[in-house]
């Protein structure tokens, strides 16, 4: 007959003397099968001489009873429900527990204690259990087993104490036939399945909101970038309108003139009677100090300036070099006028222009030829001389 107790080695047969992780209970033999305790040696118990030598004595014998907190043991039950004998299953048993009296499981270790807490348990639990519905085992299960361990549990580890055991714990199980699984599992894979499609939906949805609300941004954006856009592309053209204007009107008086005398008539302006080229009142002051213009404000100013421009470039050699120069410097006066309308860059480019046409012509002008371009390539010195 097999007895759970040696099986699950909580006990064992072992000379009277210590073992670790067990307490060792020790016995005296008494006639032909009797016993009696003699005392219990617990985990590093230091054994005197003169212990020692009685416990080795042939009619002293030792149990080993396993010390460890923290066993447990699995047993099942087979139960078949009272008002319904057509449903079954197994309930599955994990008992925790430990030994809290050496001497008490070893004096009953032929008794089998613990199988009888096992059938113990199974008997009361399983016995409550087939009671319930089969509803109840198949859906609801677990809070039915949690109920009938809350009333039977007490009772269980009562009786385990009479036989040493400490029974901490006691957790149940159920293994369902498979005709009763599979409508369940059919039940449980379509409800996975429409939330698995639920939360497909929901991603679905959520992505179109979101390249719907992109959309919208981008829409709103580009019609902002392109407003904006428009707006510099029509200041430009306002820009460069007027600019083209002033140069064309100034370009065709400008390639008509060739003289002093011309410009006068065509502007009906005026060099100071006796006064030299580029030396009269009006005129810019080349760097240095030299006179070389410091024009009046208005009407004036502007043909005084005009007229240095065809003045100062009079004495370039060869017709085309001395056209492009004149072009560079009156756009160049073009952009001054404009004032906050022009652009710096713009005014960067004409002066730049100008200073490389007339730098390769150093050799063929007078000093203060050079002195008068040089004055008319700068910006400042023309903003200065037009605001007076």
Known sequence: ???????????RDHPAEPLEGHNVVVFDRVGEAGEKFLTVLPPGTPMKRGLLDLVRHPRYFGIAVDASPDLHLDVREHVVLEDDEAHRMELLFDLYYSVSDPR???????????GLVGQRARQVIGRDVAQLQWTE???????AAQ????????ELQAFAAGYGIALRAVEVGRLLPEEATAPARDTAARLDQISRDERVDLARMD????????????????????????????????????????????????????TPDEFRAVFQGGIHSGAAPGAGPGMLSAPGGAPAAALAAGTGGLSALLQ??????????????????????LHLVAEVLLEDLGEAAVRARYADRARQLFASLEGSLVPHELDALRALSDPVELERSLRG
């Open 308 to 329: 240095q421009v065809v003045s100062a470039t009079q004495g370039v050699g060869g017709t085309s070099r001395r056209l492009e120069l004149r072009s560079a410097l």
């Open 137 to 143: 085992i198949v859906y609801g299960f677990g809070v």
């Open 104 to 114: 008490l499981l070893a004096g009953h270790r032929n008794r089998d204690p613990l």
């Open 1 to 11: 007959m097999s007895n759970l107790t040696f099986e699950e080695r909580l006990v």
């Open 147 to 154: 109920e009938v361990l809350r009333h039977r549990l007490p």
């Open 207 to 258: 992505t179109e909101r979101r390249l719907g609300d992109a959309r919208n941004l981008h829409t709103l954006g580009s019609a902002d970038m392109d407003a904006a856009a428009q707006e510099v592309r029509d200041a430009a053209r306002v820009r460069t309108a007027a600019v083209d204007a002033r140069v064309r009107a100034i370009g065709q008086v400008a390639g008509e003139v060739t």
